[in-house]
């Protein structure tokens, strides 16, 4: 029986068992996609990462959900960039450059005085489609009803590296009673059927926080809901230039928290820049190691 290695790490946190958990695989370069899929099954996270060499950046990852490929994902390339740089083995740089199925990536990795450190990562350019959809039957689907979704603000599907359907909610009560059908979004989505749905509103727990979310994965996923989720983070950076405030100053600096209802209290930091034409996001944030453990792929 073939037995991988899989570090879990969790990120957004720098609390063990807070954040977001993400596997992390050293192996990549040496299975097959069929054993990659079938140890992100193993694992049971919303992602597990593969790092596997590159002919065109330092490093390439693969992203798995327990049900299929990911283009790209936050969280994990986050935990991967802090495996490495904890384990010395990217040396003094302080900057990379990740291929991933979304686009090269650049990673920016910040040291502080006790070794702590502090990872930015670029997403793909924002994209937006308007959501013309049934706004009841989006409700539904998530638990609450028509009147909890906000009336002055767009929902839209918006892609910063995986597409994600970005649903603005009036009062942050109403994340307590969601309960989500993932199983009844592909009806709901049809113009994108394998989206995800990202719920959010501008109430915080947190006075410190700008956005407060949730996020409910795609039925095809094999997962109900992730913790924090840092692509979709990066999206909502995005969408508050676009829909929330156009004539932002630049740079925009944005606090996102996510994770409360799960009890995987977690905080992304977004930032969106304005270069002539062209809006730039990163996000930034930090992980800590919790263990290690094998899971079998043949």
């Known amino acids: 029986m073939q037995k991988i290695r899989v570090h879990h790490y969790e990120a957004f946190s720098e609390v063990p068992h807070k954040g977001n958990p993400a596997g992390v695989v050293f192996d990549g370069d040496h299975m097959t996609e069929a054993e990659m899929q079938k140890a992100a099954y193993q694992v049971g996270f919303n992602e597990t990462a593969f790092i596997l060499p590159s002919e065109s950046a330092d490093i390439r990852l693969r992203f798995?959900?327990?049900?299929?490929?990911?283009?790209?994902?936050?969280?994990?390339?986050?935990?991967?960039?802090?495996?490495?740089?904890?384990?010395?083995?990217?040396?003094?740089?302080?900057?990379?450059?990740?291929?991933?199925?979304?686009?090269?990536?650049?990673?920016?990795?910040?040291?502080?005085?006790?070794?702590?450190?502090?990872?930015?990562?670029?997403?793909?350019?924002?994209?937006?489609?308007?959501?013309?959809?049934?706004?009841?039957?989006l409700a539904a689907s998530m638990g609450i009803e028509e009147n909890d979704i906000h009336t002055d603000l767009p929902i839209v599907y918006g892609n910063t590296g995986t597409w994600t359907l970005l649903v603005p909610v009036s009062h942050i009560e109403s994340f307590k009673k969601m309960r989500p059908d993932n199983s009844a979004f592909p009806a709901v989505l049809t113009k994108m059927p394998k989206a995800s749905i990202h719920p959010f509103c501008l109430e915080t727990y947190d006075k410190a926080a700008d956005m407060h979310a949730r996020h409910f994965s795609s039925p095809y996923s094999g997962t109900v809901e992730d913790p924090v989720t840092g692509t979709a983070s990066g999206v909502m950076g995005a969408y508050w230039a676009a829909y929330i405030d156009e004539s932002f100053r630049s740079p925009l600096q944005l606090t996102i928290e996510q994770g409360q209802e799960m009890n995987k209290d977690g905080r992304v930091h977004v930032q969106v820049a304005k270069h002539q034409d062209n809006v730039d996001v990163s996000i930034t944030g930090r992980a800590v190691y919790v263990t290690s453990f094998d899971v079998a792929v043949s």
């Open 64 to 137: 798995f959900t327990p049900g299929h490929e990911m283009n790209l994902c936050g969280h994990a390339t986050l935990a991967s960039v802090y495996s490495l740089k904890s384990k010395g083995l990217l040396g003094e740089k302080e900057r990379i450059t990740v291929e991933t199925r979304a686009g090269i990536l650049t990673v920016r990795i910040q040291t502080s005085a006790n070794q702590q450190y502090t990872i930015t990562m670029t997403q793909a350019p924002p994209k937006f489609k308007m959501f013309h959809g049934s706004r009841a039957s």
